[in-house]
């Protein structure tokens, strides 16, 4: 914890985060630290200590109230990745039947166009040696 300057009874910087005369915070050069000051002549510190811990109780719920939704955030990706990856597996799987499915149909299609080759062949003989009669 560091300390600012005292002119007269009035802080520099104590800016919106002022409790009481006696106690007051900013923000320091670092986002992650807050400078706190404490004037023994104008406060009452127990009141501010047990502020204090009131609000390091909130604080710590909330992190645990954190800690609690991520925990369950991370098992819902996890069973999100499950179900994608059961998913694919079956998306794969139905690939795969018809790929054969149409390998096995275009190979009858060939058959058939090639069944009615011929027979178109057949009838176009056969009605030609008829008609020349």
């Known amino acids: 914890m560091a300390t600012n300057s005292h002119r007269g009874g009035d802080f520099y910087g104590a800016g919106p985060y002022r409790s009481r005369e ?3 915070t900013r923000p320091a050069a ?6 706190l000051r404490i004037d023994p002549m104008h406060a009452d510190l127990d009141d501010e200590i047990i502020g204090l811990r009131k ?3 909130q604080l710590r719920n909330v992190a645990q ?3 609690s939704e991520a925990k369950f955030q991370n098992d819902f990706i996890n069973q999100l990745q499950m179900t994608l990856i059961k998913a694919k597996a079956g998306v794969k799987n139905n690939m795969r039947k018809l790929n054969k499915s149409i390998i096995q149909q275009g190979s009858n299609h ?3 166009v090639v069944l009615f080759a011929l027979l178109c062949f057949c009838v176009v003989y056969l009605w ?3 008609s020349r009669r």
């Not at 670092?30 to 400078?35: G, L």
């Open 30 to 35: 670092s986002s992650d630290e807050i400078q």
């Open 65 to 67: 109230e954190i800690e």
């Open 128 to 130: 030609s040696k008829f």
């Open 110 to 112: 060939v058959m058939h």
């Open 55 to 57: 609000h390091v109780r």
């Open 22 to 24: 006696g106690l007051s």
